[in-house]
């Protein structure tokens, strides 16, 4: 009995240090989408995405942080597109009355819908992550 309650802690350990350093990974992914800047926030979403995990808190944290990373990277690039057809406008490049002038007007209103999207998702995201570092004391 007394080898088997033994064998048991021990697994019980060994599975809490999986969990934190599932933990850990996924807070580490978390951090950098959370820190990066306009320009590497879609690539940031695509590694947190990428980012494996186990736990079900970690894992949960995790989608919770690409819904709204998805929406804000959606928004930046179509953002970037608007930025480019603005430029080609000024240059003479694209004609004013182009299908893709007319629709620059749209996707400007589509990526400022998808900013609040992705903006209001990030307290969802954060409050997962801190019960992630609480849970872990990490």
């Not at 240090?17 to 990066?36: K, M, N, Q, W």
């Not at 990428?50 to 928004?75: F, L, Q, S, Y």
């Not at 893709?100 to 999207?117: G, H, I, N, T, V």
Request: proline residues 4%; contains cysteine; hydrophobic residues 45%.
């Amino acid at each position: 009995m007394r080898t088997w309650l033994a064998a048991l802690v021990v697994l019980l350990a060994a599975c809490d240090g999986a969990e934190r350093r599932d933990a850990e990974v996924v807070l580490s992914a978390i951090g950098r989408f959370r820190t990066a800047d306009n320009a590497t926030t879609p690539a940031a979403v695509e590694a947190l995405r990428a980012t494996p995990c186990i736990a079900a808190d970690a894992c949960g944290a995790r989608d919770a942080c690409v819904a709204a990373g998805d929406a804000t990277a959606r928004a930046l690039r179509l953002k970037a597109e608007v930025e480019r057809g603005v430029h080609a406008l000024e240059r003479g490049a694209l004609d004013k009355t182009s299908p893709e002038a007319q629709a620059l007007p749209r996707k400007l209103d589509e990526a400022e819908a998808l900013l609040k999207a992705g903006h209001d998702g990030l307290p969802v995201c954060d409050e997962k992550a801190q019960a992630l570092k609480r849970k872990h004391r990490i």
